[in-house]
């Protein structure tokens, strides 16, 4: 059974760093891609991040970009969001995606309950 839990989120400020937890277990990292994506009140979701489990290779949305980094750990079932300089634009609930690939994971086949993020200026 896949399940898939995320943690970290909260109140900070602009400026501020926050760092999201993905818990993810039930298949096989090497052949599946995780990634963040994130929907605020009125918007559409828009894709933040993900790592490609087999080749490691990673995709940042520009708005993210030099501020977000995201990692993995696989033999702890974890992934990361790092995010930095946090600003109110990035106030949204944040979920982890598991697709099989990061081409289009923001239309996972997995996902879960979300987290909030709220930036405060």
């Known amino acids: 059974e896949v399940q898939v839990v995320e943690s970290g989120g909260g109140l900070v400020q602009t400026g501020g760093s926050l760092r999201l937890f993905c818990a993810a277990s039930?298949?096989?990292?090497?052949?599946?891609?995780i990634g963040w994506f994130r929907q605020a009140p009125g918007k559409e979701r828009e894709g933040v991040s993900c790592?490609?489990?087999?080749?490691?290779?990673?995709v940042y949305a520009d708005s993210v970009k030099g501020r977000f980094s995201i990692s993995a750990d696989s033999a702890k079932n974890m992934v990361y969001l790092q995010m930095n300089s946090l600003n109110s634009e990035d106030t949204a609930v944040y979920y982890c995606a598991v697709n099989p690939t990061c081409a289009d994971y923001t239309d996972p086949v997995w996902w879960g309950q979300g987290t909030q993020v709220t930036v405060s200026s």
């Open positions: 039930g298949f096989s990292y090497d052949a599946y891609a």
């Open positions: 790592i490609d489990g087999n080749s490691g290779s990673t």
